[in-house]
């Protein structure tokens, strides 16, 4: 079962499977409509197009009666029994559902720019402990431990530099902003530099919640640094009922 199909029949749609091969997810299908009828050498994944035939599931994700409707402008979470779409202020739950999958089989997409078709690129997961997701035109495969790990580390450097810091290929920014919030930064910046490169820095970055709701997470400790700092030099009190005497009675 390919993405599409998993999407027709979370939607009570299912594809009869047969001896058609579909020309964009290449499932297995009974029946279809032609590609001359529905795509154009204008649809960007036109080069993949092997056939002339596009199954059900193909059709349901590349068509909408309405236009708020259409499913590239969303990111989903499907199941062979369940569908769940999502726009960029839903972070949290696909956050959730990538760190903790459901059961498969299963596919997580996610649109960061809604301009793209991207169900019939994901692949369908029949794992919980290794999961690829489609982030817009790139797989990115990961254990969710991993996954967990790297987006408290993105929450980090979002509290102290903002979010679009992540994507930021200098470490000037962070190595100005992060002193400023943290007293271990050091620790921080090398990290981000050995990993910030990868796939996985990439999807836990599109993930990471903005700047305001990191801070909740992580709030800056430079504050509370400072006051201890200070109240160990404020002098002894003397003379009095609480501190030394005078000649240290």
Request: include cysteine; aromatic fraction near 8%; charged fraction near 20%.
């Amino acid at each position: 079962m390919t993405t599409p199909q998993l999407f027709a029949k979370a939607h009570g749609n299912p594809v009869t499977p047969g001896g058609i091969q579909c020309a964009l997810c290449y499932g297995s299908c009974a029946a279809g409509s032609p590609v001359a009828d529905v795509l154009s050498d204008s649809f960007t994944g036109f080069a993949r197009v092997r056939g002339e035939t596009l199954c059900d599931g193909c059709m349901m994700t590349l068509r909408a009666e309405n236009r708020e409707d259409q499913p590239r402008l969303y990111s989903w979470v499907l199941t062979d029994l369940a569908k769940k779409r999502y726009t960029k202020a839903n972070l949290f739950e696909l956050s959730a559902a990538c760190i903790n999958p459901p059961d498969p089989p299963y596919s997580i997409v996610l649109a960061t720019s809604g301009q793209k078709h991207l169900l019939y690129l994901a692949p369908v997961n029949l794992s919980r402990d290794a999961v690829t997701v489609m982030l817009e035109q790139e797989q990115v495969t990961f254990r969710p431990p991993e996954l967990a790990d790297r987006l408290e580390l993105c929450k980090r450097i979002a509290a102290a530099c903002g979010k679009p810091a992540l994507a930021d290929s200098s470490p000037i920014r962070l190595a100005i902003a992060l002193p400023q919030y943290f007293t271990k930064w050091e620790s921080i910046l090398e990290e981000w530099e050995a990993v910030g490169h990868e796939p996985l820095s990439r999807l836990s970055a599109w993930l990471c919640p903005n700047m305001e709701r990191s801070q909740h997470e992580y709030p800056t400790d430079i504050a509370s640094a400072a006051s201890a700092t200070e109240r160990r030099r404020i002098p002894a009190t003397t003379g009095g009922i609480d501190g030394p005497g005078l000649f240290g009675g």
